[in-house]
């Protein structure tokens, strides 16, 4: 009778949530070290790819749990692959995905065969550990624990949860996510998506933020080109197309675009005032953060100094390519530099324009946009996903503050905004920027225990969103 009482009040007490089981974590780590161990050693660098035998292995793997799968070969050896554990439909659904490719190696410059997945100090090595197999694997471990932990105890998600696995995401995306809405749009019909994207910083030994991507910059190739009177180099003209280039981008050069504080960014660098190791950086953050003009001129100037910071704080702009020239005792008619301009989230790049043509105030110069990227809207950071992310985060470590974060990089998410959906880039695994900087690059490795709090931190977002 006692018992019955207990078990009656704790039924009425304790809420759904935290009724569900915990998942046994030990177990849960060392499956997807497995998995990410057994996907790292199938070598998808793109070109050309080859995505195929990982999207089998996750087919089979999720096959075997019970779990819907849709497997698609868009091209000889490339894979879109998809599966879906059903929800309840009170909710609409949430994407979880990723990227099977990776970028090539230069084999030499590793100290250990970035395709076998080599255990070392506590990393895990190799090619894709961070972009974005890493995050594969996690998503894979979310799914296999969201049906043993929840759907086979008889408990239901609100929402359907839909795991994506793309190919050819470094290389253009042609056979990914792009592929899956033209030719399956019904099977990634959502509300929200958990993308790459992201950050989970370790600043001075500390796991520090996680910072979620909820937009991004805008990116444009625009041209500029110089003409000017042409002729033989043995008499120097005035008109010089290159001498004109050069004075012109030497303004562009020194041209530094207004600043802009998006709602993103105040909020990134608010949350992050509070908890900033370096005085005068966390006072400089406030400063931004506030609605103070002069504050927030203040802060920037000080902010400017890093240069990932300045750039979230203004349109950026680079100067990529530079041509000219037939040879070299001939004055060119014509000279020409490429700028990658990067304007932020619902800035006009015709403005940008408008303004470095004033400043070069050159008749002679033109400007042509070669290409303009899409602008898409911010998705939401007050969200019940970006809150669930937040949560989940919290719950691992207490310590850590989550932010949103408008990215510097173009990212797939921008397609996924742009349909309606509320995407959300995340790099779950809490690194320093040493670590953060082999993506891409060499000796590219995941430290265990970030691949344990980041498998936890999804695992842990997606069951609070679809509960
Ligand atoms: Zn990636």
């Known amino acids: 009778m006692r018992f019955f009482v207990f078990a009656l009040m704790s039924a009425v007490l304790v809420p759904n949530a935290a009724r569900a089981q915990e998942p ?3 177990a849960a780590e060392q499956e997807t070290i497995t998995h990410l161990q057994a996907m790292i050693r199938m070598n998808t660098s793109n070109p050309p790819g080859n995505e195929l035998p990982v999207a089998r292995y996750l087919d089979s793997t999720l096959k075997a749990e ?15 692959f998809v599966a879906r554990l059903a929800g309840n439909g009170s909710k609409q659904p949430v994407i979880l995905m990723a990227h099977m ?6 084999h030499d410059k590793w100290t250990v065969d970035p395709f076998a997945a080599i255990i070392r100090d506590g990393y895990l090595y190799g090619r894709g550990a961070i972009d974005d197999k890493g995050m594969l694997s996690a998503n894979l471990e979310t799914m296999l624990l969201l049906k043993r932990n929840v759907i086979d105890r008889g408990q239901t998600l609100s929402r359907d949860v839909i795991f994506v696995a793309n190919s050819d995401e470094e290389a253009g995306g042609d056979w990914g996510m792009g592929w899956l809405i033209k030719n399956h749009p019904e099977l990634v019909k959502a509300e929200f998506a958990l993308n790459e ?5 370790i600043v001075q030994g500390k796991p520090l933020y996680l910072a979620v991507q909820n937009t991004e910059k805008v990116s444009h190739v625009v041209d500029v080109v110089a003409t000017g009177a042409g002729g033989h180099a043995s008499v120097p003209l005035a008109d010089n197309a290159i001498f004109r280039l050069g004075r012109a981008l030497a303004k562009i050069g020194e041209h530094r675009e207004p600043l802009n504080v998006k709602p993103t960014t105040r909020e990134f660098f608010l949350e992050l005032s509070k908890v900033w190791p370096e005085r005068s950086q966390r006072q400089a953050m406030a400063d931004v953060a506030s609605t103070a003009p002069a504050r927030q001129q203040r802060g920037a100037r000080v902010l400017a100094s890093i240069p990932v910071f300045d750039a979230v704080l203004r349109n950026g702009i ?3 390519i530079i041509s000219g020239g037939i040879r070299s005792n001939v004055i060119p008619v014509e000279a020409k530099a ?4 990067r304007t932020l989230p619902g800035a006009s790049l015709d403005s940008t324009i408008a303004r470095l043509k004033t400043l070069v105030n050159d008749p002679k110069i033109a400007f042509n946009i070669v290409e303009r990227g899409d602008d898409a809207p911010a998705s939401d950071f007050r969200s019940p996903m970006f ?9 691992v470590d207490p310590a850590m503050v989550v932010v949103p974060y408008l990215s510097t990089g173009a ?11 509320q995407a959300y880039g995340i790099l779950p695994f809490p690194m320093d920027q040493n670590d953060e900087d082999r993506m891409h690059g060499n000796d590219e490795r995941v430290p265990l225990a970030s691949l344990a709090f980041g498998t936890k931190v999804i695992y842990g977002a997606i069951r609070r969103v679809a509960q």
């Open 24 to 26: 046994d974590w030990t």
């Open 66 to 80: 019970g779990i819907e799968t849709h497997l698609f070969e868009p091209a000889p050896g490339r894979a879109a």
């Open 101 to 106: 490719d990776v970028v090539g190696v230069e």
């Open 197 to 201: 994207g992201g950050r989970t910083r």
């Open 318 to 320: 680079s100067a990529v």
């Open 338 to 341: 490429t700028l990658n301009i």
């Open 387 to 395: 809150t669930a992310i937040a949560d989940a985060t919290r719950a």
């Open 411 to 421: 990212t797939d998410s921008a397609r996924l905004r742009m349909l309606g959906m």
